[in-house]
């Protein structure tokens, strides 16, 4: 048993139906299909889900301890869950960041392991790929980052930002009063990109808050 017959389950349990599930997940109704048929839900669908329907993460993900495996007495006596070491979160590209947000889990083709205590901090999170030099102080070319939309940058901290020209770049985040900095963290040298008040817009695609160099990639 897994997702699909915890999902079914707990559409029986509740006496809901597949729509209303979506609508409390934030998901479209044929996400909630897919997860019937084997795809892995988001962990803010999940999340969204556990808050509004008293349930836990293990009876929607777990094999073994899931809400049908517990529904129909499968689960052995003096047991105990296995808590993951790690989630997963989608993999995306920045132009398919700039070009809009994502909103079904049809449209993931790949996913980072990520670890699910980071993932529960950041359920909105997602990963990207590194591409580029300017910020290989701290984090090198190839690695994986995981970018929380929701999180707004702090000066220092290392943002993704969409500049005018719809061109995302990674850099340490400074704001002052009048200007705005965005500072590579490189062996090599690159300019400081400022922008004034005057200047087109700067927009926030999220916070960096947790990367994976490609060495440690399994």
Same mark, same amino acid.
């Given at each position: 048993?897994?997702?699909?017959?915890?999902? !079914?389950?707990?559409?029986?349990?509740?006496?809901?139906?597949?729509?209303?599930? +979506?609508?409390?997940?934030? =998901?479209? @109704? /044929? $996400?909630?299909?897919?997860?019937?048929?084997?795809?892995?839900?988001?962990?803010?669908?999940?999340?969204?889900?556990?808050?509004?329907?008293?349930?836990?993460?293990?009876?929607?993900?777990? !094999?073994?301890?899931?809400?049908?495996?517990?529904?129909?007495?499968?689960?052995? +006596?003096?047991?105990?869950? =296995?808590? @993951? /070491? $790690?989630?997963?979160?989608?993999?995306?590209?920045?132009?398919?960041?700039?070009?809009?947000?994502?909103?079904?889990?049809?449209?993931?083709?790949?996913?980072?392991?990520?670890?699910?205590?980071?993932?529960?901090?950041?359920?909105?999170?997602?990963?990207?790929?590194?591409?580029?030099?300017?910020?290989?102080?701290?984090?090198?070319?190839?690695?994986?980052?995981?970018?929380?939309?929701?999180?707004?940058?702090?000066?220092?901290?290392?943002?993704?930002?969409?500049?005018?020209?719809?061109?995302?770049?990674?850099?340490?985040?400074?704001?002052?009063?009048?200007?705005?900095?965005?500072?590579?963290?490189?062996?090599?040298?690159?300019?400081?990109?400022?922008?004034?008040?005057?200047?087109?817009?700067?927009?926030?695609?999220?916070?960096?808050?947790?990367?994976?160099?490609?060495?440690?990639?399994?």
């Amino acid at each position: 048993m897994g997702v699909p017959e915890n999902i !079914d389950a707990l559409l029986v349990k509740f006496d809901i139906t597949q729509e209303t599930l +979506a609508r409390i997940a934030g =998901v479209a @109704p /044929s $996400s909630v299909s897919g997860w019937r048929n084997g795809a892995v839900p988001r962990m803010s669908a999940i999340t969204k889900i556990c808050d509004a329907l008293g349930v836990t993460r293990d009876d929607i993900m777990s !094999d073994q301890f899931g809400l049908a495996a517990r529904e129909h007495g499968h689960i052995p +006596a003096g047991a105990m869950p =296995v808590v @993951p /070491s $790690s989630a997963t979160v989608p993999l995306l590209t920045l132009g398919r960041v700039h070009a809009g947000s994502l909103t079904d889990e049809e449209e993931i083709e790949h996913r980072v392991e990520v670890p699910v205590s980071i993932c529960a901090a950041h359920p909105r999170a997602f990963a990207l790929e590194v591409e580029g030099n300017c910020m290989d102080r701290v984090i090198p070319e190839g690695s994986h980052v995981l970018v929380d939309p929701d999180r707004q940058p702090a000066n220092g901290s290392i943002a993704v930002v969409e500049t005018e020209d719809y061109r995302a770049v990674m850099r340490r985040w400074y704001r002052g009063s009048t200007k705005l900095m965005l500072s590579a963290d490189s062996f090599e040298d690159y300019e400081d990109m400022i922008f004034g008040m005057d200047d087109g817009p700067v927009r926030v695609i999220g916070t960096v808050v947790w990367f994976q160099a490609a060495g440690e990639m399994g």
